[in-house]
Every structure is written in structure tokens, then in C-alpha cells.
């Protein structure tokens, strides 16, 4: 199995010395089966004057970090090292009434997943619900496999990503309108299809690991933090979709975080003390590699923290 190595960078500049607020770090990936955290490390200039670590209400681990004192530069340098199980592409097993959708939940399960169903953005003259049925058989069933999988190869071809950097994350109509956007665009693009469609859905912020195949990468939207979704499917539970990537299962995918909706998934998030003017810029780089498993381990994990602001691509 791939051992994962995932070189994090973010700095900030400032005209003057600034001063920092409270700042709460969203990057240490999940433990789970298919992906073990190995070493972590969290490098910060300036030093954080406390660190504490929490779960938030989605299992999440976030760092809160407070400061004392005034820099021009907040920097950090994020080094982790996992072990990566990668699943077959719809190799997961469903239950047998799941097979065809439509599909019912078990009803000890819809109080948990209520919230994940139910549509969190404004879709006027229903505009995702008929994108979403466009991936149904004229008599509005489907394999249940088939189209979550058409899905997911619909937005990787039928739109084009583009990296964005501003805060935010536009509306799934006008994703649809545009037929452009950023990974979490298209990520809440299909929540939402998914959701109109009476099923579970919900945002995973992380990162993706860009192999080269003939001189080329195989993937966007490596060199930032990446989204993707999860889609719960009873007797295979949450599954992998990544519509930037037309990827289906967890191949190349490292979870960091997942959330009912994208502002709830923030990897870094924070405030700074000073005149608008006093910003510079931020630069953030995201190196995922695989590494040689005879090589020797990573660093144990040291945390420490901080950063204003840095969304998923």
C-alpha cells in the first residue's frame, strides 16, 4: 500500500507589524482503514502563544491557536505522512434494496443523516434537480452504481476547473450557468444534485496526490487543499466521489475533513489586527508525494499552529 507524504506551505505578508486573533487549523487527516496517519508536524512563525487541540461536531481534529505580539509574516509549514489503502473503483457492496435507485434509508439511520439530505442552497426553477435527473432512465430509476458514477464523469467533462483563490464558494446554479469552477464549486454542485435526488451527501475537504503518467499529471487540483464529496449508500456506508477528478472511491484522496457544508470545513481559518492596507498577499503550496516505503519515517507529531485563511482550491 502507498505511503503519502504531504509538504503544506502558507505565508502571509504584511506592510507592517499586525497582530493576530484566534486562529483554528483544519488539516490533520482522518484516521480510518483505508488511510493511517504515520507523522505529523506543524512548524509556525511567529510561535503561537497557546495550542489546544478539539473534535469538532463531525469527528473532525481542529487546532486553536492564540498569539501575543506583532509580525509582518505568519508562516507555517505542515509535514504529514500516511499510509494510503486505495479501493477499486465501485468495488464497494451495497445492500440489495440499495441496488436501484430510488432507494429508502433504515429509519434509525434518517435522524443521522437527515441533515445531510436535506438541500442547504436556493435552486430556483429547480435547475439541479433537473440536471440531476438527467442521470436517471425515463422512468426515473437507475443503478444506483451507474449514476452516482455518471455523475461524478459528467462534471469532470462537461465543465471546465479553474483554481480559485477568493473566499467562498459559488452556487451550484450558477456553476451550472458558468459550467466552470474550482473543486469545491463542482463538490457542492453535486451534494446538491445528489440531495435533490433524496440521498445522503456531504463535503470533504483534503488533499489529492497528482501522479504523472508520460510527462503529464493525471489529476487537478493538486497544489492547494482539494474537495470532494461523500455520498452515503446503505451496506457500503460513506463513498468517495471526486467530480473535479471523475474519480470514484478514495484513490489518490487523503480526508482531512468532512462537514455538512463547505464554511464547515475551512483548513485554516483565522483573523489579523491592522489597516486593510497593511496585506501583502498569501502564497500556499501543496506538495503530495509518494514516498519510498524503506525510507525512513517522519518526524513524530509536534503541533503547532496558525493562518488567516486558506480555502480548498
Not at 22 to 31: G, K, M, Q, S, V
Request: aromatic content about 8%; hydrophobic content about 40%.
Amino acid at each position: 500500500m502507498p505511503i503519502l507524504s504531504v509538504d503544506h506551505v502558507t505565508t502571509y505578508r504584511y506592510r507592517r507589524a499586525v497582530g493576530f486573533g484566534e486562529h483554528r487549523i483544519l488539516f490533520r487527516p482522518r484516521d480510518s482503514y483505508d488511510q493511517r496517519l504515520l507523522a505529523a508536524s506543524l512548524t509556525v512563525t511567529p510561535e503561537p502563544e497557546s495550542l489546544r487541540w478539539i473534535h469538532d461536531v463531525f469527528g473532525n481534529c481542529v487546532a486553536v491557536a492564540r498569539f501575543r505580539g506583532r509580525a509582518q509574516e505568519l508562516r507555517f509549514v505542515a509535514r504529514i505522512t500516511l499510509e494510503h489503502t486505495p479501493e477499486p473503483p465501485l468495488s464497494f457492496a451495497l445492500a440489495p434494496h440499495a441496488a436501484r435507485f430510488p432507494f429508502a434509508y433504515e429509519p434509525d439511520e434518517m435522524p443521522d443523516l437527515a441533515r445531510c439530505i436535506e438541500r442547504q442552497r436556493p435552486d430556483p426553477g429547480d435547475a439541479v434537480l433537473a440536471w440531476a435527473r438527467g442521470f436517471l432512465e425515463p422512468d426515473g430509476t437507475a443503478e444506483t452504481r451507474a449514476l452516482l458514477a455518471a455523475m461524478t464523469a459528467g462534471i469532470r467533462r462537461d465543465f471546465a476547473y479553474e483554481a480559485r483563490t477568493e473566499k467562498g464558494v459559488q452556487d451550484p446554479t450558477e456553476t451550472l450557468r458558468l459550467r466552470r469552477g474550482s473543486c469545491r464549486d463542482f463538490a457542492l454542485l453535486m451534494i446538491e444534485a445528489v440531495r435533490s435526488l433524496g440521498m445522503a451527501a456531504r463535503f470533504v475537504s483534503g488533499y489529492i496526490y497528482v501522479p504523472e503518467r508520460d510527462g503529464a499529471a493525471l489529476h487537478v487540483g493538486g497544489g492547494s487543499t482539494h474537495a470532494w464529496v461523500q455520498v452515503y449508500l446503505p451496506g457500503a456506508g460513506w463513498v468517495e466521489f471526486d467530480p473535479t477528478n471523475g474519480i470514484v472511491g478514495n484513490r489518490d484522496l487523503i480526508r482531512v475533513a468532512v462537514a455538512r457544508h463547505p464554511g464547515q470545513a475551512v483548513p485554516l481559518h483565522g483573523s489579523w489586527i491592522g489597516r486593510p492596507e497593511d496585506f501583502l498577499d498569501m502564497a500556499v503550496t501543496v506538495r503530495v508525494t509518494e514516498r519510498d516505503e524503506a525510507a525512513p519515517p517522519a518526524p513524530s507529531p509536534a503541533p503547532v499552529a496558525s493562518v488567516r485563511l486558506v480555502a480548498a482550491d
